[in-house]
């Protein structure tokens, strides 16, 4: 089954004239689409999210650290004084358009 751009967890795609064949053409197959979660990734929206650890010394004094995206890993600037609760937003680098 070729799945469309962007098919969401919890959705519905029809294959149409794919179903039981009835009287006269076949009917549609309806396919709900369910989608594994990821061992590191999470979906919002079009926003990929991950959990980054940072040492503390890190988190309380700043520092350029490794995240693994799925095109491979980045250098991300964790601010000085960044809390537990801080999200860093990579522009760009969340699921295409």
């Known amino acids: 089954v070729k799945l469309p751009a962007y098919v969401e967890d919890g959705q519905t795609i029809r294959l149409k004239g794919q179903g039981e064949q009835g009287p006269g053409q076949p009917g549609d197959a309806l396919v709900k689409i369910h989608i594994r979660r990821h ?41 000085a004084w960044s809390s537990s609760d801080k999200v860093l937003r990579l522009k760009g680098r969340g699921l295409p358009e």
């Open 39 to 79: 061992a590191r990734y999470r979906i919002e929206g079009r926003d990929l999210h991950v959990d980054l650890p940072v040492d503390l010394a890190d988190a309380v004094l700043g520092a350029k650290v490794a995240v693994e995206t799925p095109t491979g890993k980045l250098a991300v600037n964790v601010p």
